[in-house]
């Protein structure tokens, strides 16, 4: 036998060990997850338009990122129900938002409630810019203001809110560190901006209110490293030098993580037991970040994920997964993790928790997952430069 041969056979003997190391774990997991479908009856609970106007009934929602995506299409389906008492649309651009709250009422959003009259939800555009924590800063000083303004003279009076849904994120953008953290962009966005957030806005909550943090398939991957978030470092910033594409999605995810850690955190932390966090991710979402994210990708590529339909959903069916996590008390507890049933697509269902369940695949975050979410607290803490204000809701 040739050098050329013994050495193909070493190659693909190799890939078929890998090959077995991956794909006997994964059958495995799909044989439980399917039982545990089987005979679980959350998997069997429907959640539709009509569930969304029931449980939606005079509550003040508060979303990130309204104007586009997910956000939007969440917006869009609760002023559709036509019973929640407000939506709080905070919008980078207020232009944008202005727009989106202008598509939603001419197409008719929210035209009849579920008892038929004339709708009565409120779109309010706010501005955020969540790259700044003064713009943060300012908007939860705004919100505060907006609510004290409804209690005092708004005959529909609203004095705090019912639920948070931290939509708002980037993908896959090229590297850069944000100017008020020096943390890697995505990361900064997508967890450190809504963890400076709540921490502003949580005064503000009513007993028993929800947060939502929206999360990602990509957050079932281990690429979460604390102690070097930015690629700054030995291997890693080798990595960042040669590979800066799988770099850019490497943080994604690891951004990504940070929201299920968050979660935890949140209901773990809280001195307040009213108050409860869950997560949710809405699979693969035909939505406006397969053509704004994955700055490296060529156009026609973009094209293919925003358009194909095989094993994906619309923007309306991705955002059943945060709004079911929002409104479903009765089968959505606390630090629950909401996800499309087929993985990518499929009705919401609860998959497990922020820390373990199907959809982490082999890296659940148990076995020193408490410990992580601690250390990320105060890596969150030390990077918005001031401390998460636990003071409890009034009422």
Not at 227 to 236: A, I, L, S, T, W
Not at 366 to 376: P, Q
Not at 389 to 395: G, I, K, Q, R
């Amino acid at each position: 036998m040739s050098l050329f041969q013994r050495g193909g056979t070493g190659i693909m003997s190799v890939i078929a060990i890998t090959c077995s190391a991956v794909l006997i774990p994964l059958i495995a997991i799909s044989f439980e997850y399917i039982a545990s479908v089987r005979t679980d009856p959350h998997y069997h609970q429907p959640f539709n338009s009509t569930d969304i106007a029931r449980l939606s009934k005079d509550k003040v929602i508060l979303i990130t990122g309204a104007n586009a995506g997910l956000g939007r299409a969440t917006s869009k389906l609760l002023a559709e129900g036509g019973n929640a008492k407000a939506v709080i649309m905070a919008c980078r651009s207020i232009h944008k938002c202005e727009d989106a709250k202008a598509d939603i009422l001419q197409a008719g959003a929210g035209e009849h409630n579920l008892d038929n009259h004339p709708w009565k939800t409120k779109l309010i555009p706010m501005q955020v810019d969540l790259t700044s924590f003064e713009s943060i800063k300012k908007f939860a000083h705004d919100v505060e203001l907006l609510l004290l303004r409804q209690e005092e003279h708004d005959e529909d009076a609203f004095a705090k809110l019912d639920i948070i849904i931290n939509n708002a994120g980037i993908m896959a953008v090229p590297y850069q560190l944000a100017t008020g953290s020096n943390v890697e962009m995505q990361m900064h966005v997508n967890h450190l901006a809504h963890f400076a957030m709540i921490s502003l806005l949580y005064k503000n909550l009513r007993r028993g209110a929800r947060i939502v943090n929206v999360s990602s398939l990509a957050g079932s991957f281990p690429f979460l490293n604390l102690k070097d978030v930015n690629f700054q470092y030995k291997h890693r910033a080798t990595f960042r030098h040669y590979f800066g594409t799988l770099q850019s999605i490497m943080s994604y995810g690891a951004s990504k993580r940070a929201n299920l850690l968050f979660t935890h955190s949140l209901n773990k932390f809280s001195k307040c037991s009213n108050v409860t966090a869950m997560a949710a991710h809405p699979g693969y979402s035909r939505t406006s970040i397969m053509y704004n994210g994955w700055a490296f990708a060529p156009s026609f590529l973009k094209y293919f994920f925003g358009n194909n339909k095989i094993g994906s959903m619309s923007s309306e069916e991705g955002a059943l997964s945060q709004l079911r996590a929002a409104l479903d008390v009765d089968h959505v507890a606390a630090d629950a993790y909401v996800g499309p049933l087929f993985f990518t697509a499929g009705r919401p269902v609860v998959i497990g928790g922020s820390m373990k369940s199907y959809h982490h695949f082999f890296w659940p975050l148990t076995g020193g997952g408490d410990k992580i979410a601690d250390e990320l607290w105060k890596f969150s803490e030390d990077s918005i430069g001031w401390k998460f204000d636990e003071s409890c809701p009034a009422n």
